[in-house]
């Protein structure tokens, strides 16, 4: 039996995370024990318990605890946590996801005691080092051992930093192993989708027309801290709802929800706020997010993971950052970089609304990335 301590702590990680203990559950439980721990980076309800009810997750063994601080705090309140349960629980591996500050703070941890680390969503690259995420992912990449790209930009994003394809066994932190192995998201939305459909109430709820509703999220830090930027996403929003006669809605992330009034004019807030045509409702659950992703217009965020949502579902996306990691989805001509830049954002919305039918290729794998992952893990570390 392998020990693997599962580290999450931000909602996108508890989400991914629900694939590979599901793959354990259902196929590997005999050869892996997997252990969950929750630094509490995330820890609203509607950001982390209601995931764990609705996804199945296993409850976590540990929880640290952490909550909101500057990234030096609560990185180090992190790596001080985690490293005290490595000693105690003495894993085989440890099993990361992403590129928050929970991603960099496990896999410091594990490194500086020889713990070899899994990451889980390896050689995304957005190139822009000014993005706390870039820093965590580059640093978490080059302390693993085992590597698990879901596209192909991905692999030859290693390859360029010195990650040698021709490793061979036995691997570890100085010979590295990737893998090209599709995403665990997708796998998440192939096997909730049908689920998901017991929360179609979420539409009358909100009074949502299926097919006649964009969906929005924004989080990113230099959207909602940087005044001009979140100005131009919520004056874009506002002059779209208004000239197209379409609802937004947008299940806010509480990050923007605290910064709104401080950020935008008083002007757009208030027009904002007396905008019949824009809902701002809490976070909502994984399995209501993907009903009011499968059945919109069309979806804006700056959110890694509901980019490639959109994908999934097929629903053409605009990409509310200056760049994305997800190339593919650029390239597929279904998603759009507008930047937080409202010209582009109105022109984005006129080209899909226009725009003939849009393809969605195969480039996600098959629904079975977890699976794949569980047997790696289970040769690597046997
Ligand atoms: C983090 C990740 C980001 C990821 C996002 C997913 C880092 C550096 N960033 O950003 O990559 O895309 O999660 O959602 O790790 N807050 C609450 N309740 C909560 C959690 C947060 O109110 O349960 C508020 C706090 O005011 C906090 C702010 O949101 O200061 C930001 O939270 P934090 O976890 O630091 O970063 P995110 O913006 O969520
Ligand atoms: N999500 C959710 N409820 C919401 C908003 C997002 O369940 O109210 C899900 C979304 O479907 C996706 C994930 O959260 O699976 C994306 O996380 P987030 O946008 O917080 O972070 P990112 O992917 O940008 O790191």
Not at 3 to 10: C, H, P, R, S, V
Not at 356 to 366: R, S, V
Request: hydrophobic share 40%; net charge positive; charged share 25%.
């Amino acid at each position: 039996m392998i020990k693997i301590l599962t580290i999450i702590g931000a909602r996108p990680q508890i989400i991914k995370a629900a694939a590979v203990s599901r793959a354990i559950r259902n196929k590997f439980k005999n050869k892996i024990n997997e252990v969950v721990v929750h630094t509490g980076q995330h820890y609203d309800n509607n950001m982390s318990q209601v995931f764990f009810d609705e996804m199945n997750i296993p409850k976590p063994c540990y929880n640290l605890n952490v909550g909101s601080d500057t990234h030096g705090k609560q990185t180090a309140a992190m790596l001080a946590g985690t490293e005290k349960i490595l000693l105690k629980e003495k894993p085989k591996c440890i099993l990361t996801y992403g590129d928050t500050n929970s991603t960099l703070a496990s896999a410091v941890a594990a490194t500086k005691l020889h713990i070899p680390v899994v990451h889980i969503e390896a050689g995304l690259r957005s190139f822009n080092k000014k993005m706390p995420e870039e820093i965590n992912r580059i640093t978490c990449d080059h302390a693993s051992t085992l590597l698990f790209s879901p596209t192909l930009t991905g692999i030859k994003n290693l390859i360029n930093e010195g990650f040698n394809p021709n490793n061979k066994p036995p691997f570890t932190i100085d010979n590295p192993k990737f893998f090209h192995c599709g995403d665990v998201m997708y796998d998440n939305t192939l096997y909730f989708a049908g689920v998901a459909e017991k929360k179609i109430s979420i539409l009358k709820k909100n009074n949502l027309r299926q097919n006649q509703y964009i969906l929005a999220t924004i989080h990113r830090d230099n959207n909602t801290d940087i005044p001009e930027r979140l100005c131009a996403i919520f004056g874009a929003m506002n002059k779209i709802s208004k000239h197209e006669n379409i609802d937004i809605i947008i299940p806010l992330h509480p990050r923007t929800s605290k910064l709104m009034k401080k950020n935008l004019s008083a002007e757009i807030y208030d027009s904002i706020k007396n905008n019949k045509h824009i809902k701002i409702i809490p976070p909502v659950s994984f399995l209501e997010m993907l009903i009011l992703e499968k059945h919109s217009k069309l979806i804006m965020t700056d959110s890694g993971g509901v980019q490639k949502e959109s994908f999934f579902l097929k629903k053409p996306c605009i990409i509310l950052r200056s760049e994305t990691e997800w190339k593919e989805l650029v390239e597929a001509g279904t998603c759009i970089v507008t930047d937080a830049n409202e010209k582009n954002i109105l022109n984005a919305y006129k080209y899909f609304k226009s725009a003939k039918k849009l393809k969605y290729p195969d480039i996600f794998g098959d629904g079975k990335a977890a699976e794949f992952i569980c047997k790696e893990i289970i040769k690597a570390f046997s």
